[in-house]
């Protein structure tokens, strides 16, 4: 089956830095990738529409500025959260839609602690 | 806004015994509803998934009906065993090209032996 990473799967850092998040399709091309958040037994929260080769399309409440998306391949996206806070601490998930069989594969998710 | 709701939030059921987990969804468009399974700190595995031509699916213990009039899907296990334990997410997509999937609230299964 479609095969998703995710790199790192922990993080703590201090508030204030920035921490940036990997994801990549193992053995398929994804011209789509998406970010999720989700909060401790809640369900996972669309944070934007990762699109290989041009601007992310961020969900309404999203902050474009603090949750930088790249798309720089077929293969990686990245989410970078910049200057983070405690309350950014959250289990934060990526997929991937393999387009020949239009599903989407999820990565491991990184779990991010703010202190 | 798409909208997809999910009941019941959690749901006990002694092992051997059948699970329904139903979903009800706003989008007329929608024509892709997939589920997922999603133990405690893991990803989402799909488990199963229907399309709007589709009436109903199975796969060994697992089905999905679809009530496309309705606007209503729904899970069914049977014969339940421990490792079934977990929290299930129910989804709805119209791959109008975004492929975005709306996600239902989540379903916790806790089958007792």
């Known amino acids: 089956g479609a095969v998703v990473s995710q790199h790192p799967s922990w993080v703590i850092c201090k508030s204030g830095t920035s921490v940036k998040i990997e994801c990549r399709s193992l053995?398929?091309?994804?011209?789509?990738m998406f970010w999720y958040r989700q909060f401790p037994k809640q369900s996972l929260m669309l944070m934007a529409t990762?699109?290989?080769?041009?601007?992310?399309?961020?969900e309404q409440g999203v902050e474009k500025d603090k949750f930088l998306i790249n798309h720089a391949s077929l293969t990686l996206s990245t989410l970078t959260v910049t200057s983070a806070h405690p309350e950014d601490s959250s289990f934060y998930i990526c997929?991937?839609?393999?387009?020949?069989?239009?599903?989407?594969?999820f990565g491991p998710g990184t779990r991010l602690l703010v202190l | 806004g798409e909208n997809v709701e999910q009941h019941p939030s959690t749901l006990s059921v002694q092992e051997g015994d059948s699970a329904v987990i139903k979903c009800t969804y706003s989008?007329?468009?929608?024509?892709?509803f997939p589920w997922y399974k999603q133990e405690l700190g893991k990803r989402p595995q799909l488990i199963i998934d229907?399309?709007?031509?589709?009436g109903e699916k199975k796969d060994q213990r697992i089905a999905v009906t679809l009530n496309k009039t309705a606007k209503h899907f729904s899970l069914h296990i049977t014969e339940t065993q421990p490792e079934d334990s977990a929290v299930y997410f129910c989804?709805?997509?119209?791959?109008?090209?975004?492929?975005?999937?709306?996600f239902g609230t989540g379903t916790r299964l806790k089958v007792l032996a």
């Open positions: 053995d398929f091309q994804a011209t789509t």
């Open positions: 997929s991937a839609i393999r387009t020949d069989t239009e599903t989407q594969y």
């Open positions: 229907i399309r709007s031509n589709v």
């Open positions: 989804a709805a997509s119209d791959f109008s090209g975004t492929y975005k999937y709306i």
């Open positions: 990762s699109n290989e080769g041009s601007k992310a399309t961020y």
């Open positions: 989008d007329s468009a929608s024509n892709y």
